[in-house]
């Protein structure tokens, strides 16, 4: 009986303590969803009232949208040029930073200072930078090698990739703190059972370390792909999505079209919808290969995952 009265105390203190977030789930996150989902099947603008459904319009209207599909163009290039360099510099400086001996704590504060920081307000130093006038810093840069000044944020050819540097900077600081987190959890007992079988430098880096980071890419892969799919404040500060709507991101193209101009927040819906299931076949996808990769290595012992990469690295 006593212990049937302590389970029961144990189940409302979890309830208790579960309810807040889940009140919080819902009202911040399940339930605009699920309104967002209706809107996106109706003619409604932000700025009335009235609205009609219009069932599979919005979609169809979505599906042959040149300006969006210009939007969705520009996303993908920003994925591109972000994804894959920010990952990989990230890992580069974090086995950089691992190791140092003095001063790490001081070198790692700075490398994460980037990811902490407000991405309006360092958009707004970085629009200063890249500042067409010959006195703005990059083209003082560029000018000590004879290049003529660059219109950067006002060239539909820079202006992209432009955003694209600011928003990289930013998420390789990320990638950094992630795989550093990723190697700290390495046990050194791995790294000494290659010391002794002669596994050295980029053999070790190669055959051991980059395996038992491969969870850790993953994961990195799949959350800043959806990062990138969500800009919108680099864009907004920089370039407004211009010249010419070359640096319009999806995101970006919501927001023009569900609360500047025409207000038509159902269609907004509709793009925003879209995305979201995009977002969410992303996620299943990593979660998929990332749990194939857990299942391998626990199936193989870890963290003698570096069993058999000892033994490929022997070979």
Sequence with gaps: MAERTRAGRDGWRAAALVTPALVGLCVFVIGPAA???????????LTGVDFHWVGTANLREALSDPDLGRAVRNTLVYCLLTVIPSVVLG???ALAANSVARGRPV????????????????????????????????NTLVGVVGVDPQNWLGDSDTALPVVALVGGWRLTSFV??????????????????????????????????????GPTTVFLAVFV?????????TVAVLTDGGPLDSSTTIIYYIYQVGFTGSFRIGYASMIALLLLVTVVLIGAAGALLGRRLRVAREDAGAPAGAAPALEGARR
């Design 35 to 45: 309104v967002s989902a209706f809107v996106a099947g109706t003619d409604k603008k």
């Design 91 to 93: 890992l580069l400086l």
């Design 107 to 138: 070198v790692r504060f700075a490398l994460f200072l980037p990811a902490s920081a407000n991405i309006v307000a360092m958009a707004v130093v970085f629009r200063y930078i890249f500042d067409a006038s010959p006195d703005g810093l990059a």
């Design 176 to 213: 950094f703190v992630v795989y550093l987190a990723g190697l700290t959890a390495i046990p050194p007992s791995v790294y000494e059972a290659a010391e002794v079988d002669g596994v050295r430098g980029l053999a070790r880096l190669r055959h051991i370390t980059l395996p038992l980071l």
């Design 225 to 233: 792909t959806v990062l990138t799919l969500q800009t919108f404040e």
